[in-house]
């Protein structure tokens, strides 16, 4: 029996996939990610779209991983099933990276487009449909990976993360353009490498004179934000309720010691529902009252309409007089976390998640705060652009994500949510105060840089001064006007394509 070893082309695609996740936390080598896809690019085009999908697996694979701690230690998910699950989102994910390079590879064969110029309108058009398609997960956008990278990070808050994922694509295509050009093949590799390079440079023009700048917006807020390190395990059990009430008592309590204006408790961070009238209420509203300032929390909540009750996953927000100011109910829910996708179409899936499946989306609706406006993010809601778009455009001067990352475990995935966090402050010019069960929490500039942070797993609280006011931002203007404009290029160029011959059967069809 002979073995048959992989072509060069399998192992370049999967080893693109790779390397770039290697730009993501952990190790978070932001600079891989200028470079990750040559390999693709330079050995892929005999079988594009099954070369792209095979990056796009190793690429998912890797980032993603953590999955396997949420289904299995957290979800109770039999190890088989978190695993068909986790290759089955592995695999849909990478059919976007599969399209956006067969359609490239298509472009340059019917109409002669040099990838340079496809690949990252596809790349970029393709990762907007990720984030909206069957509710979207923008989770790893390339353009992510370059949150450490402060000075480049600045332009997000012209075209948002989806204008860095266009340049590093582009970036790519340009170089394995000048490797084809040493090749022989000269198409106008040059004149697309020196463009691209005046694009990276102005890039960092830009960030530099934003950097120079650093704005500094109203009055200081001094802020607390208590991760209590409630474990999950008991996060529930109404028998360690007073203890999880005791714990974030007394972290606010240091943080009116502190001096804190406002102290932030992380998504859920009361487990039970705080709306009904009880003492586990009273201890609550004397917590601000002893804080003697303002004190946003997490908590369930419930609405009956026409019989019909809906749960929700909010925030609340307290007065120094423990008087109820306003309530922000998530917008963006979880899929198969906090509701169940089709469960008209698939009413045997409740099987599969017990207990989960019963929330139900809010709205957009700033906290008002003594003339500031707070727009609550609830856990991954920060990695949605427009979610976080759409509150500073209704008047949030300041962004709060509270969430509860103990589902990932000791991962890179708090990391990656993390980084993903401080994309939303520079694409908004806003600060962002990030408090988190048990951990990362964090005060975010509106320059990205993550000024303070907590520790993963463990009982803190972070004390520090906030800028409430959105800065001057192109994004918060246009929205995601380039990668919407770069989808219909591309669809325009796909029935351009399908209308045209195939550039190697053309002379044939002439008669020539």
Known sequence: MVLRFPRRDTLCALASGLVSALAFPRPSWFVVAWFGLLPLLLTGERRPFRNGWLAGCGFFALVLYWLNIVMTTYGRLEPL???????????????????????????????????????????TGLEYLRGHLLSGFPWALLGYSQQPFTTLLQSADLFGVYGLSFLLVLANASLAGLVWAGRGERRRPLFAAGLTAVLVIAALCYGGWRLDQRPVAGKPLTIGLAQ????????????????????????????????????????????????????????????ARRLKGFLLFGSPAYL?????????NSAYLLNADGRQLGRSDKVHLVPFGEYVPLKWLFPFIDKLVVGIGDFSPGRVE?????????????????????????????????????????????SSAPWQLLEM???????????????????????????????????????????????????????????????????????????????RPCRRFRGQLSGE
């Open 228 to 287: 209590g390190n409630i474990d999950q395990a008991v996060k529930w059990d109404p028998a360690f309720r007073q203890w999880t009430l005791r714990t974030y008592r007394e972290l606010t309590a240091r943080a009116a010691a502190a001096g804190a204006d406002l102290v932030i408790w992380p998504e859920s961070a009361v487990p039970f529902y705080y709306q009904e009238p009880g003492q586990e209420q009273r201890e609550v509203q004397q917590a």
């Open 421 to 499: 966090s401080a994309v939303r402050a520079v694409e908004n010019r806003v600060w962002i105060a990030r408090a988190a069960n048990t951990g990362i929490s964090a005060l975010i500039s509106p320059l990205g840089e993550i000024r303070q942070q907590t520790p993963l797993f463990k009982p803190a609280l972070l004390v520090g001064k906030v800028y409430p006011g959105a800065g001057v931002s192109l994004y918060r203007r246009i929205g995601d006007l380039l990668p919407q404009g770069c989808l219909l290029i591309a669809v325009l160029l796909g029935f351009a394509a399908r209308l």
């Open 81 to 123: 099933l978190s695993m068909a699950a986790y290759l089955l989102l592995v695999a849909y994910l990478s059919l976007y990276w599969g399209l956006a390079w067969w359609g490239s590879c298509k472009l340059r064969e019917r109409l002669g487009l040099p990838h340079v110029f496809s690949l990252p309108l596809l790349w």
């Open 366 to 410: 700033p906290l008002v705060m003594n003339g500031h406006r707070l727009g609550v993010l609830v856990c991954y809601e920060a990695i949605f652009p427009e979610l976080a778009r759409d509150y500073v455009n209704s008047g949030s001067d300041l962004l709060v994500n509270i969430t509860n990352d103990a589902w990932f475990g000791r």
């Open 304 to 312: 009956r309409q026409e019989g019909k009750v809906r749960y929700l």
